[in-house]
Nanobody, 127 residues
Framework: QVQLVESGGGLVQAGGSLRLSCAAS????????MAWFCQAPGKEREFVAA????????AYADSVKGRFTISRDNAKNTVYLQMNSLKPEDTAVYYC????????????????????WGQGTQVTVSS
């Protein structure tokens, strides 16, 4: 079992920045690929960014490429999402997800591939 707790959400003006954190606890001795998803009101939860267990491989949704950066600190069991140049359309609840994997290089980007989810943190971008 892995428990995930997100933090760092809030209200920011368009063009501003936020840094989300996801702290993992439990079986962090096992390798987990990690990702961030977001869900806006009335919409399905969608992929934002992913990072491999080693941190060496990353992937992004087209809508956030060049603006968001995912990273991880395995010593702290924490994954980050640096969000720059925020837009009103980025407004959503952001969820952290973890997927157990044999490989430290593997990335997952589909919701169904993830075993563990956090409770989410609200990000609101005003225009």
């Amino acid at each position: 079992q892995v428990q995930l707790v997100e933090s760092g959400g809030g209200l920011v003006q368009a063009g501003g920045s936020l840094r989300l954190s996801c702290a993992a606890s439990g079986r962090t001795d096992l390798t987990h690929a990690m990702a961030w998803f977001c869900q806006a009101p009335g919409k399905e939860r969608e992929f934002v960014a992913a990072v491999s267990g080693s941190g060496g491989n990353t992937a992004y949704a087209d809508s956030v490429k060049g603006r968001f950066t995912i990273s991880r600190d395995n010593a702290k069991n924490t994954v980050y999402l640096q969000m720059n140049s925020l837009k009103p359309e980025d407004t959503a609840v952001y969820y952290c997800a973890a997927a157990w994997t044999f490989s430290g290089r593997q990335i997952f980007t589909s919701r169904g591939q993830f075993h563990y989810w956090g409770q989410g943190t609200q990000v609101t971008v005003s225009s």
